[in-house]
């Protein structure tokens, strides 16, 4: 397991000048933008705006925080996004753009390489002990609440809000919250 704990993360200011990621995980770990198969990031949206061209790969985009972010392809609403809504799934070379509702947002993005990955993203509510099984690649983001206890039986780390647990070969998790949560669970198939 590998706790990545959201705060350590540098944030890169966009070139645009639009905003700023924060790169959860990039795999393989010496990859680029031009040569990852798996890519996990937070974005803080600042500003309205076309999204990059990803040609090739399989998007998943979530809103974490502000009061939304609609989506448009040919001037028409595809989506709208709002915190602990719709995780939205779509093909990376769409031409999209977005338009922030009420000021700045922050969204969660998950990104394969088509041919080479692909991944489901989901929320999980823990309101009690929980287990989570899986059989690959799986990593973990806590989007609401503030602690969580997660186990594999050898290993406990604790995240804390936007902290992520990567687990390379996926297993079983017993998950512990001392109050309720709700995590992105992201499965991740290699082909």
């Not at 080479?116 to 099984?133: F, G, M």
Request: net charge negative; hydrophobic share 40%; aromatic share 6%.
């Amino acid at each position: 397991m590998q706790l990545i704990r959201f705060d350590s993360l540098p944030a890169t200011p966009w070139k645009n000048g639009g905003g700023i990621t924060r790169q959860l995980l990039i795999q393989p770990a010496a990859a680029n933008l031009d040569t990852f198969t798996l890519r996990v990031s937070i974005a803080d949206v600042d500003s309205d705006g076309p999204f990059s061209d990803f040609s090739g790969i399989d998007r998943t985009l979530g809103l974490l925080s502000g009061h939304g972010l609609s989506l448009h392809e040919n001037a028409q609403t595809v989506a709208t996004l709002r915190p602990g809504g719709e995780l939205r799934a779509f093909d990376g070379g769409r031409h999209i753009s977005s338009t922030r509702l009420n000021g700045k947002v922050q969204d969660f993005n998950v990104m394969t390489r088509r041919g080479h990955a692909s991944h489901q993203a989901r929320y999980l509510q823990v309101k009690e002990p929980t287990e989570l099984a899986s059989s690959g690649p799986t990593l973990l983001l806590l989007a609401d609440g503030n602690a969580l206890l997660a186990s594999d039986g050898h290993d406990t780390q604790q995240l804390a809000y936007r902290d992520a647990l990567w687990l390379p070969h996926g297993g079983t998790l017993q998950l512990l919250a001392a109050a309720p949560c709700r995590l992105i669970v992201v499965e991740v198939v290699l082909a």
